[in-house]
């Protein structure tokens, strides 16, 4: 049967299309990832896992005790949860984004670790399932010994949030049928929280102290590189701000410096008891600048052996 050529085009189309319909094209989950650093090598090693809410969070709470780790030659990720892209009183959307994620590519070059930005609007994270299934991979793709994370009564929504899904991770790392494209822990890691200074409906307890005095100008130096936020001030900047910092690399440096050595030399003296714990009289009253963490009651239970061993910075820690 003979056909007119104009039908023949409009079958051959329509085919196209119904093909186009039936190919498989991956989801669109809005969860783009920037990275540095593979998955590390089964080499013994311990491996830890930050969640920050913000870029910034896991390099304040926790940059001395990872690159304590790092120099030990252990596997250190954080992850930022959200892009960071509203924390900023002059700019916001993409660029700032952006520029956030340099900063803490910056910082974890200098503190010896990997570091991952997701791609979610800053002040909108939410505890979704879909969100718990990313944090569940990424312990899973690192295969975490220890995992960290913000307590979830913080007074940020992300913060509280980051608590939350990384709390509703803690059991499913091991679920073999939730995200079967990752394979599940064999052993559940530790959680434990950041410190911070809220009170209710519970305080944060220093289970583990670290004296970070042998970083802190490394640590120092990674929170020079967070720009936008040390000098410029973040969402809760201001122009009077800026006219207080000094504008030359060194002035600012030390203007940091003296800043945040005070933070970090005030949760040395409030943790005090927990350093003379761990690393005896002498050297726990000595500590000059700490951070602390909270062993999370979900998770796995470690031993004050097993936090030695996870902790290896204390006088009878075990020595590889």
Request: aromatic share 10%; with cysteine.
């Amino acid at each position: 049967m003979n056909r007119h050529p104009r039908f023949v085009l409009l079958a051959c189309v329509g085919l196209a299309l119904a093909g186009v319909l039936f190919i498989e094209v991956p989801a669109l989950s809005g969860k783009q990832e920037h990275a540095t650093g593979a998955t590390p090598p089964d080499d013994g090693k311990l491996r830890i896992i930050g969640f920050g809410a913000h870029p910034d969070d896991n390099e304040f709470r926790a940059g001395g005790v990872a690159a304590m780790w790092a120099e030990q030659g252990h596997h250190v990720k954080f992850v930022s949860v959200t892009n960071g892209d509203i924390g900023h009183f002059q700019m916001a959307g993409g660029p700032l984004a952006q520029r956030r994620t340099r900063e803490v590519e910056r910082a974890a070059e200098i503190l010896g670790i990997a570091t991952q930005v997701l791609d979610i609007h800053d002040g909108e994270l939410m505890p979704t399932l879909e969100n718990r299934r990313t944090i569940t991979r990424l312990i899973r793709e690192w295969k975490a010994d220890i995992v960290m994370a913000h307590r979830p009564n913080d007074y940020h929504p992300d913060h509280r949030y980051t608590g939350v899904l990384v709390q509703d991770a803690a059991f499913m790392v091991t679920v073999p049928f939730i995200c079967p494209d990752t394979k599940p822990l064999e052993r559940n890691p530790i959680f434990v929280y950041y410190s911070d200074g809220f009170q209710r409906p519970n305080p944060f307890t220093a289970d583990v102290a670290v004296a970070i005095d042998e970083v802190f100008q490394k640590k120092i130096d990674a929170v020079d590189a967070l720009v936008s936020q040390v000098y410029e001030g973040g969402a809760l900047g201001s122009e009077e701000q800026l006219r207080q910092v000094p504008t030359d690399p060194a002035g600012r440096r030390a203007w940091a410096e003296e800043r945040h050595g005070n933070r970090y030399a005030r949760d040395a003296n409030r943790f005090r008891e927990s350093l003379i714990r761990w690393y005896g009289p002498e050297r726990g009253r000595q500590a000059k600048y700490a951070e602390a963490f909270e062993v999370c009651e979900y998770g796995r239970q470690p031993s004050e052996e097993e936090l030695k061993r996870l902790f290896p910075f204390f006088p009878d820690s075990p020595k590889e």
